[in-house]
């Protein structure tokens, strides 16, 4: 990722397909309270995740302060109509707080009963902290009177009015938070106050005057007195932090769309920050972390919810409500059962205790690691709160990933002193370099290095940061700070509320204990544990590869079984086979421990890498005489049988794939530039004799050899054409390896794959040879076995004549990566270049490479499934590009009705859960 892309960008209008129908023809404003809601769970799209989990809450009978939300359609009006309101929506909003007024009993700038609201954002999908929020709005010079009268509290008055300047002059009035933390700073250290806290009613009115006078001096306008104002102009500032540079990003990493906007939601505050009978806190249901069934999160007396979430003070454990406020407690317990149990799935939620009250302010499904969203799914299902299906559903296949990643040796790690410990937010082993800003951890990762960034707390301008470290490590916060929520987020190794951290960022070092550590330093932690260690450790397989390679007994691993259970559940139902690709034994045995029940390509020109092979090869290339080649080729044959011999050995009989030599030759010489250095430097030294000869050869032949566009060069079935001896060969070390496996029991039946097919032309030449050769081979061997000829397709020709060549192939394998590059005429070795900047102008939504352009690439596949099909009925087909692991994409191949895809050795459990999803209908991300 390029240091933050986005800042570049100017806010665009979202894209016009997602444009809302005209303002007069839909409800765009949807009211809770009393026990009743307008909206509903399922209305995510139009209320966001917020405003449909506060619909459903107030619903079920929660105690939820009443309010409203305008709906996502509004934002996309709002860009739509340059940056405003349509009048209609307006009077909409207006008859709205005229209800919410009525249903608090309390009037909006009132002063002997003021309404004060929040005013925050809420799309289908959250995203922590990217957006903006309002509080204790509607209060002015009049109803902050009010609302001393009525709370008998002064203090806390003035200290909610200047809380709502400052967010306001900051947000809607875009003013440096410095320019307010200045002012109140000055009054502490007038008044000799320490903390916040010891500032009293007076004080805090000269607070309120200072940061009037700033908003006047730096906005050029007088504070707004009118709540309405104050109302609209929040709303506002709330649409416009949909495309500030942070939640653009934010959404960029999660493939979030621009064009699905975002809700308002209006509602009535309450307040946890009254005295010590009040409270405000987080929690989930069960551990986000882990996935442990145990009461999760904590809170802060005396205190307003963004206290808790923004790491500024670390709040206590939620186990301790109990002895403060045991009825609120009990209260809060029961209820937030009875929402995991309504809602089917671990919950993370909000509430503030004004008085003793309880107060429920978000209920929604809770963010978790890949490990906890395992133990979660398979726990639900034993408790019988979901089935298997449901189970599969409540696991992104992309998570598993986080099960897969290394963990330290233990042994090592015991081996070093433990510098500190946090709270374990996030798990995993993380090493590294220390960095103390998010730009460095950008810089310093595009130089190749792994980092960890060090923050005292991390803020959501840190995600660019935090997206390329190796691990996030702050000193304050907790369990649910920013720094948490994101890094479990994002499968990220990370320990928060690390207290004994005296980080000074400006000397880029911090201070633990005795020790000091600067940037560059090395430091290691366990996201599972907490600890934090000054050394660089090497880390070690995960727990799961641990127990399918031997070294850790199955059934002693709990998250192995569990992974198990769930991939189980997951094969009983997808319909998509999937394999692996793999080219040595070694990678085929993990393949099929990962599940693999197939190889999908077998790219035997990785073989021809292998050690002591490439002299023969480069023999080969260089022979000038068929005999020649035919002798080097000869040399070969051993070497490639025994290797398909291991491949086909560790599938254990399931179909092995293997395609003929596909890239250009002249990959295997040496580069014709490091050659003529040699030859210029053996000529100038005067050398003359066999050296200087060899070298002027090789040089001649790679100059022969050379290709402008190797990748449209001389490669794929375009050798075989041209060097029928190398499929020959080919053919032949495959059949003897599969012959004597047949021999020894195992059932065994290659699938033989040309490469790069256009013309069905291709296909007959190669397929005649295949044949010829087979047919000697086993009746050599005395053996007759089963075998497969086919092609990949992989050039958008092979889509379109695809009936025809399906007439000779047995099979299809689609190479998605070249039918990628020339559909696209994007250089599969070129286009990193240019691509990144594509996303970022947002011409494509993603890497097409990574993740099947649907609507080109994708058709053309349609296309040849189609065709396919109609040539030889029952064809068998698969995929076997980059694509065939990434979940979107296998969604893809599952409804264009391919019968396997395969993917690389680690990423067969993500494709086996990816395509059970896709079976169940659900799309990717939803
Ligand atoms: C492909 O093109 O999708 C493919 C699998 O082949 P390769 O990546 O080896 O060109
Ligand atoms: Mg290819």
């Not at 997951?570 to 197939?598: C, E, H, I, M, T």
């Not at 060899?694 to 490669?715: A, D, I, S, T």
């Not at 047919?775 to 992989?794: F, N, P, R, S």
């Not at 395509?915 to 169940?920: I, P, Q, R």
């Amino acid at each position: 990722m390029s240091k933050k892309p986005a800042a570049r960008k100017k806010p665009q209008v979202p894209s016009p397909k997602a444009l809302a129908p005209s303002p007069k023809s839909r409800k765009h404003v949807y009211f809770f309270g009393n026990g009743k809601a307008d909206g509903n769970r399922n209305m995510k799209d139009l209320l966001g995740g917020k405003g449909s989990g506060l619909a459903e809450m107030t619903n079920a009978g929660l105690p939820v302060p009443p309010g409203f939300t305008i709906s996502t359609d509004v934002c996309n009006i709002y860009y739509k109509e340059k940056q405003k309101i349509p009048a209609a929506i307006d009077r909409e909003i207006a008859d709205h707080v005229k209800q919410l007024e009525r249903t608090a009993g309390a009037t909006l700038g009132s002063i002997e009963n003021p309404l004060l609201v929040s005013v925050r954002s809420g799309a289908k999908f959250s995203m922590p902290g990217m957006m903006d929020t309002i509080l204790n709005l509607g209060l002015n010079d009049e109803s902050v009177e009010g609302l001393k009268n009525r709370t008998k509290n002064g203090r806390f008055a003035f200290d909610s009015y200047r809380r709502f300047i400052q967010m306001f002059g900051n947000v809607v009035l875009e003013i440096p938070k410095a320019a307010f933390d200045h002012e109140f700073d000055a009054v502490k250290k007038a008044r000799g106050a320490k903390i916040d806290t010891d500032l009293d009613e007076a004080a805090l009115r000269e607070v309120v005057q200072r940061y009037k006078k700033v908003v006047k001096e730096r906005a050029r306008k007088d504070f707004p007195q009118h709540p309405h104002l104050q109302l609209t102009m929040s709303r506002d500032a709330v649409f416009r932090s949909w495309m500030n540079p942070r939640a653009i990003e934010y959404r960029r990493i999660y493939d979030i769309p621009d064009h699905i906007g975002t809700a308002v939601n209006v509602q009535m505050m309450v307040f946890g920050n009254t005295g010590d009978r009040s409270a405000t806190g987080v929690g989930f249901t069960r551990s986000p972390a882990t996935g442990a069934k145990e009461f999760y999160g904590e809170f802060l007396i005396n205190a307003q919810g963004e206290d808790v979430v923004s790491g500024v003070r670390t709040p206590q454990p939620i186990r301790e409500l109990e002895q403060v406020l045991p009825k609120a407690y009990a209260q809060l317990r029961q209820i937030t059962t009875r929402l995991e149990k309504h809602y089917k799935d671990i919950q993370d939620f909000e509430f503030t205790i004004q008085d003793e009250h309880l107060y429920m302010l978000q209920t929604r499904s809770g963010k978790r690691t890949g490990y906890a969203a395992v133990v979660i799914a398979t726990d639900l299902v034993a408790e019988k709160l979901i089935t298997p299906k449901e189970a599969i559903l409540l696991v992104d296949p992309e998570s598993l990933n986080q099960l897969l990643a290394p963990g330290f040796d233990q042994d090592e790690w015991k081996s070093i002193p433990t510098a500190t410990k946090g709270l374990p937010a996030s798990p995993g082993a993380a090493s590294g370099q220390v960095v103390f800003t998010a730009d460095h951890a950008v810089e310093w990762t595009a130089q190749g290095k792994q980092v960890i960034l060090v923050r005292r707390e991390t803020v959501p301008d840190d995600i660019h940061g935090m997206f390329v470290a190796q691990g996030i490590l702050t000193a304050t916060g907790g369990m649910t700070s920013h720094a948490a929520v994101v890094g479990r987020q994002m499968g990220k190794p990370s320990i928060v509320g690390a207290g004994e951290l005296e980080i000074d960022e400006h000397a880029k070092r911090f201070r633990v204990g005795a020790k000091t550590v600067k940037e560059g330093d090395y430091i290691s932690f366990d996201g599972l544990t907490g600890e934090v260690k000054i050394a660089q450790v090497a880390s070690k397989p995960s727990e799961i590869l641990q127990a399918l390679n031997g070294t850790l007994d199955r059934k002693k691993s709990d998250i192995y079984q569990r992974f198990e259970k769930l991939l189980s559940w997951a094969d009983k139902v997808r319909r998509l086979g999937v394999y692996a690709n793999a080219d040595l034994p070694d990678q085929a045995a993990l393949a099929y421990a990962f599940g693999a029940r197939g190889i999908g390509l077998c790219r035997t020109e990785h073989m021809f890498f292998g050690e002591g092979r490439i002299p023969i090869v480069q023999r080969m290339i260089l022979a000038d005489s068929e005999a020649d080649r035919r002798a080097a080729l000869n040399e070969l044959l051993p070497l490639q049988r025994e290797d398909f011999y291991g491949v086909f050995k560790a599938m254990r009989g399931c179909p092995v794939t293997i395609r003929t030599i596909d890239p250009p030759l002249h990959e295997f010489l040496p580069k014709r530039e490091d050659l003529m250095v040699d030859v210029a430097r053996l000529e100038t030294a005067g050398t003359s004799g066999a050296e200087l000869d060899e070298k002027r050869r090789l040089l001649h032949r790679v100059e022969q050899l050379h290709e402008f566009n190797p990748m449209l060069g001389h490669r794929g079935v375009r050798l075989g054409i041209t060097y029928p001896e190398i499929t020959e060969m080919q053919t032949r070390a495959i059949i003897e390896a599969a012959c004597r496996l047949n021999k020894e029991g195992v059932r065994i039946a290659p699938e033989i794959m040309i490469p790069l097919v256009g013309l069905v032309k291709e296909l007959h030449d190669q397929k005649a040879i295949v044949d010829r050769v087979a047919a000697d081979v086993m009746k050599e061997q005395g053996i007759t076995i089963k075998y497969l000829v086919g092609t990949m397709i992989e050039i958008p020709r092979g889509c379109l004549v695809a009936d025809q060549i399906a007439r000779e192939a047995q099979f299809f394998s689609f190479g998605t990566n070249d039918l990628t590059q020339l559909t696209f005429g994007f250089s599969r070795d070129d286009s990193g270049k240019f691509l990144k900047v594509y996303q970022e102008k947002k011409i494509l939504e993603k890497d097409p490479f990574a993740s099947i352009d649907v609507e080109g690439v994708g058709d053309l596949v349609r296309v040849g499934v189609e065709r396919g099909r109609r040539g030889r009925p029952g064809l068998k087909l698969g995929i076997c590009g980059e694509h065939g692991g990434d979940a979107a994409s296998i969604h893809f191949f599952h409804q264009v009705g391919l019968d396997y895809v395969s993917a690389s050795p680690y990423r067969v459990p993500v494709a086996r859960l990816a395509a059970a999803h896709a079976a169940l209908s659900v799309k990717v991300g939803d």
